[in-house]
């Protein structure tokens, strides 16, 4: 793999602080993805991805949050709001998953 410079944080797409504090106090994690998705509908997602492209001169975009990769994140609701435009978006270090709700499923491969 190979490690670039980070060199540009876009908070815009990060949930708002109320949102955020909300869910720390209370964990309601369905109120908390319907109130992301609404904030996600007023900003301009498809320009502040070819801003960041052009950020990054072309290269690939990597989505970064503290939380488990496995845990509930907005990284994962913006993963796949990003993925209904026509994106791809892979997580790193997983090979067979699928999102849901926020949270990384692991397929077993099983059935």
């Known amino acids: 793999m190979d490690y670039v410079e980070v ?3 876009c908070d815009t797409l990060g949930p708002p602080f109320e949102l955020l504090k909300s869910y720390k106090e209370n964990k ?8 992301y998705y ?8 498809e ?7 052009f950020k990054s001169g072309g290269k690939k ?3 970064l949050c503290y939380e488990v990769p496995s845990d509930f ?11 209904s ?6 997580e790193l270090g997983f090979e067979n998953y699928k999102r849901q709700n926020g949270k990384i ?4 491969g099983l059935f």
């Open 61 to 63: 975009i990597v989505l």
């Open 7 to 9: 060199d540009y944080h």
């Open 38 to 45: 609404s904030y996600l509908k007023l900003i301009d997602i």
């Open 73 to 83: 994140c907005h990284r994962h609701l913006l993963a796949d709001k990003i993925e």
């Open 105 to 108: 499923i692991l397929n077993s």
């Open 47 to 53: 320009n502040i991805l070819r801003f960041l492209d």
């Open 85 to 90: 435009l026509g994106y791809s978006i892979k």
């Open 28 to 35: 309601d994690e369905k109120y908390y993805i319907n109130e």
